[in-house]
């Protein structure tokens, strides 16, 4: 196995959302694609063609991918049924990271140097993802 990878399920929020990530982790948008766009498309709206049928953006050795909910799906709980994990490799990425994800978001276990060796913390950001970073470098091990 590779990596893990992630998709998050949003209601119509994708675009917003991966764009503040890629604000944080930087990188490119290896796949970008509208509703509109799939080979076949039946019948939509307007603005149900804008939602974002599938978007990937690597970050580090993983790929964090998302897409909207299409229409007559249901809805989802945003953040509510899993936590993204991210390891990095540094105090100081952990701290700029964990502050960029925490603005409008919510600090639900501030950074700390944590019993198990890790520089660690968790947050929920403004879109509703939970969060968990993680340093742990040879020192703390």
């Known amino acids: 196995m590779k990596a893990i990878n992630i998709t998050i399920i949003f209601n119509g ?3 917003a959302a991966l764009n503040f990530y890629k604000s944080i982790f930087g990188g490119d948008f290896i796949n ?3 509703m509109k766009e799939m080979p076949g498309a039946p019948p939509m ?3 149900e063609g804008e939602k974002v049928l599938h978007a990937a953006l ?5 790929v964090l991918m ?3 909910m299409p229409q007559g799906r249901g809805t989802v709980n945003a953040g509510n049924n899993f936590m993204v ?3 990095t490799s540094s105090e100081e990425e952990t701290t ?4 960029r994800l925490s603005e409008g978001g919510i600090v639900t276990m501030p950074l700390g140097h944590q019993f198990w060796g890790a520089f660690f913390g968790m947050v929920t950001d403004q879109f509703g993802i939970q ?3 993680s340093y742990m470098n040879q020192h703390q091990a």
């Not at 690597?58 to 993983?62: L, T, Y």
């Not at 700029?96 to 502050?99: E, G, L, M, S």
């Open 66 to 68: 998302g897409m909207d």
């Open 13 to 15: 929020k994708t675009e």
């Open 58 to 62: 690597p970050v580090g050795n993983s």
């Open 96 to 99: 700029r990271v964990f502050n």
């Open 45 to 47: 709206s307007a603005e």
């Open 32 to 34: 970008f694609q509208r």
């Open 85 to 87: 994990t991210l390891d």
């Open 131 to 133: 969060w968990m970073l």
